[in-house]
């Protein structure tokens, strides 16, 4: 949608809300509309990426939840690592470790993707495990299937809700890490447009110019607030219970 519709955006330029053009201008990113068009396009490109790493990190664990026998030691030791990673706020580890990395937009997608993943792994292994001792598991592995098959054929299709429900938050939360970074500085710098961006250049302005951060802000609080009330209709789409509940 960003890079489609941002030709309609209008020209650039410091002017008002009413002037010419739509959403009026800011000082380094030029027309408003057209930053927040290409802020958003940053920032679900970042969040995409980490949803990607996101479902390989767990994706993994749905191998290691499984084959407890044959990596019980390497289970045990990623379980270790994610413990110990989840003792650090995330927004702050993200932001040491950009600190210390030259600001681009992927940096900062690999770094939302590899600190994303383990509060939902430890979800997915708790719900794996369980499954796990479930009657139709035992009875496949009685037939002797392998146990590719039983995760991807039996096992995946009920643990997948889920997943999906913590992907799709997920996307919200990256949304506004980046942002966030963005607008400490530590995010993708001027000219590019990102949401933070916006915002951290009209806070100057916030008494002359207030659609410059009031127009950015609602913006963010309108996809964020899309994507979790996505996750929750998902949610009780794929939750037996609560379809239950509701019809």
């Not at 408003?32 to 479902?55: D, E, N, P, Q, R």
């Not at 993994?60 to 390497?74: A, G, P, Q, T, Y």
Request: glycine share 12%; hydrophobic share 55%; net charge positive.
């Amino acid at each position: 949608i960003g890079i489609v519709v941002g030709g309609l955006a209008g020209y650039y330029g410091e002017e008002s809300l009413v002037a010419g053009h739509i959403l009026g201008g800011t000082l380094m990113l030029g027309g408003l509309f057209y930053a927040l068009l290409g802020g958003l396009t940053s920032g679900l490109i970042a969040a995409l990426f980490g949803l990607s790493l996101f479902m390989l990190g767990t994706l993994e664990r749905f191998n290691l939840s499984v084959l407890r026998v044959k990596v019980i030691k390497v289970d045990t030791l990623i379980t270790g690592l994610i413990d110990i990673m989840l003792c650090f706020p995330s927004f702050f580890l993200i932001l040491t470790v950009v600190a210390l990395l030259p600001a681009s937009i992927y940096n900062i997608m690999v770094v939302i993707g590899l600190t994303s993943w383990m509060g939902a792994a430890r979800f997915v292994r708790a719900e794996f495990l369980s499954l796990r001792e479930q009657d139709f598991v035992t009875a496949a592995k009685a037939l002797g299937l392998r146990a590719p098959r039983i995760i991807f054929r039996h096992m995946m299709p009920n643990a997948i809700g889920p997943v999906l429900v913590s992907a799709t938050i997920g996307i919200a939360g990256a949304i506004l890490t980046e942002a966030g970074l963005s607008f400490l500085g530590f995010g993708v710098p001027p000219p590019h447009a990102t949401w933070g961006n916006i915002l951290s250049d009209g806070k100057r302005f916030i008494f002359d110019a207030p659609w410059l951060t009031f127009i950015p802000g609602t913006a963010i609080l309108v996809v964020v607030l899309a994507f979790n009330l996505f996750g929750e209709g998902l949610r009780e789409i794929l939750n037996p219970k609560l379809r239950e509940r509701t019809t």
